[in-house]
């Protein structure tokens, strides 16, 4: 004979007061979450924008030594979306190159990303002095770095349609480039910065509430 299983009335369920606890519990969890979480994916987004610029200025670099002619790196916003360009044939436009024969290497910004000129109220100036072992003051306005033939960063002149000399940076007394950058977001912008060395050494820099620049 078949034993049939007796579902009795001591077995329980959840409450409907339970379950509205535990999705109160749970909202206000991630309502808590929600800053930091978003904090950190601008903070990502920030930090791989900086990285392809660093690496599309280390291309500018190499270009500029291989052809043996300055090269220059813009910046360049379109349809509210930020670029970054090398300007292979120094027309100050994103194309297809010099004479159409090489495609110029462009960076995308990821969403919210941009380069800000003289910033009104960064959280902290990055501190030349003790990060970089010597005063680096901020560069001017446009994005327009240049290297000469020698891989040596310069300060381009566009007086011209094309690029027709390249001034030391050392020279003119601002001893390198420094930009800085942002992600906006609803709770709270992330910076960041890109430094140049007379020398040519690329380095990405962002900040943190808690440890300044790094």
Known sequence: MKMRR?????????????????????????????????????????????????????KTRIEA?????????????????????????QNNAIDGGASGQNAETVIQFGQGAQYVPKPASPPQGLDGTKLLGYDQKESDAPFNVGFSQRGIPCKPDS???????????YVSGVGGYLYYFKAASVFGDRWGAITITPAGRIRVWTYSDSAGWN
Do not use: H
């Not at 959840?14 to 808590?32: C, N, T, W």
């Not at 007086?159 to 940076?169: D, N, R």
């Open 159 to 169: 007086s011209t349609s094309t690029v027709a000399s390249c001034q030391p940076t």
């Open 6 to 58: 007796q579902y009795g009335a001591g077995q329980k369920g959840f409450s409907m007061v339970e379950l509205m606890i535990v999705i109160v519990i749970i909202l206000v969890i991630s309502a808590m979450a929600m800053p930091n979480l978003s904090r950190g994916i601008t903070m990502i987004r920030l930090r791989g924008s900086l990285g392809g610029v660093a690496g599309l200025l280390q």
């Open 65 to 89: 030594v291989r052809t043996n002619r300055i090269m220059v790196a813009r910046y360049k916003v379109v349809d509210s979306v930020a670029f970054a360009y090398l300007d292979l044939n």
